[in-house]
């Protein structure tokens, strides 16, 4: 009724829990797309971030967002390396002491600012700025807290209000929103699953049947919640020889994905540059973009933009 009566008004519906923006709660021809991964190792944030770029090179206005609350790698995979926290002693400190003058400036006091908890709205104005680079949006814990700071230990309650503040409250101007979830079935995938407005879900995974179990333990909890599977990237799938120019499978390759109807959107070689140009900040599409492991991104990236338009 209020979309009929304000037909030209950005109409926002928020409870204690969820929040809705029209069409699937991220806003009319709008997504939201978890990039899981069943078990860590499999090289899901390196495919987070170079398909999020392959999908900008497309003409698609992406978003990025890193859910890992305890090992938020993507900052650092584009670039950006926040201050660290170790303070080194000053002039007649003893190495070991304690200061007690002044305020905390630890991870836990920086994320008390976020104010995740409150009684009245936040107007559009007072969001948060997503990180603009590469051409796509970025949003990360690991921005707001030192690269070498311990894990944060958080509480289902406190994963769920943060996860929930970036994407309903990060002013994203994105079409596709991409969410890098950390691996396994924690807290961070059953807020995704129960509380997010996801359209699908990507797997990355290895070829082997062990990998895939593990991602099938994941998908048994999408199919639960359902969130629908756009399909699995196999990263890592084989090694072009630099003698005979052949390709050779560095793992078994199982079925197991497959046969429970999870179709296969590409195989990424494995490309020892994919992990240099990562960690030197700038991804493999951009560094080779006329490469193997870019010729593949491409055919996932078309086929992940065909599935949201239909």
Not at 86 to 104: D, L, V
Not at 107 to 124: D, G, H, K, Q, V
Request: proline residues 8%; contains cysteine.
């Amino acid at each position: 009724h209020l979309a009929i009566a304000f037909p030209t008004a950005a109409i926002q519906v928020s409870d204690d829990v969820r929040t809705y923006r029209g069409g699937t709660g991220f806003g009319e021809d709008r997504h939201v797309v978890a990039v899981l991964g069943g078990k860590g190792g499999v090289g899901k944030s390196t495919t987070a971030i170079n398909l999020a770029l392959t999908l900008s090179a497309m003409g698609i206005s992406v978003g990025l967002l890193d859910a890992d609350l305890s090992a938020p790698d993507i900052p650092h995979m584009v670039g950006i390396h926040p201050e660290r926290s170790r303070q080194t002693p000053s002039e007649g400190e003893q190495p070991g002491s304690e200061r007690t003058a002044g305020p905390p400036s630890g991870p836990r006091s920086r994320m008390a600012a976020w104010e995740l908890w409150r009684t009245s709205m936040t107007p559009r104005s007072g969001w948060r700025q997503p990180l603009q680079r590469y051409g796509i949006e970025v949003m990360s814990i690991g921005l707001a807290i030192p690269e070498d700071a311990p894990p944060l230990m958080t509480s289902r309650l406190m994963v769920s209000a943060l996860l929930r503040e970036f994407v309903f409250q990060v002013a994203w101007s994105a079409d596709v929103l991409l969410i890098d979830a950390p691996p396994g079935t924690g807290d961070e995938l059953q807020v995704m699953a129960h509380e997010l407005p996801l359209s699908g879900a990507i797997f990355v995974t290895t070829p082997q049947d062990l990998a895939q179990m593990d991602a099938e333990r994941t998908l048994s909890l999408l199919t639960e919640h359902g969130v629908p599977v756009i399909g699995a990237v196999q990263n890592m799938a084989s090694l072009h020889c630099p003698h005979c120019a052949g390709e050779i499978d560095l793992f078994a390759r199982s079925s197991r994905l497959a046969d429970a109807g999870v179709p296969i959107l590409g195989r990424i070689p494995f490309d020892l540059r994919l992990s240099e140009a990562v960690d030197a900040g700038r991804p493999l599409v951009l560094a080779d973009p006329r490469g193997p492991v870019s010729y593949e991104f491409a055919k996932v990236g078309h086929a992940v933009r065909q599935w949201l338009r239909e």
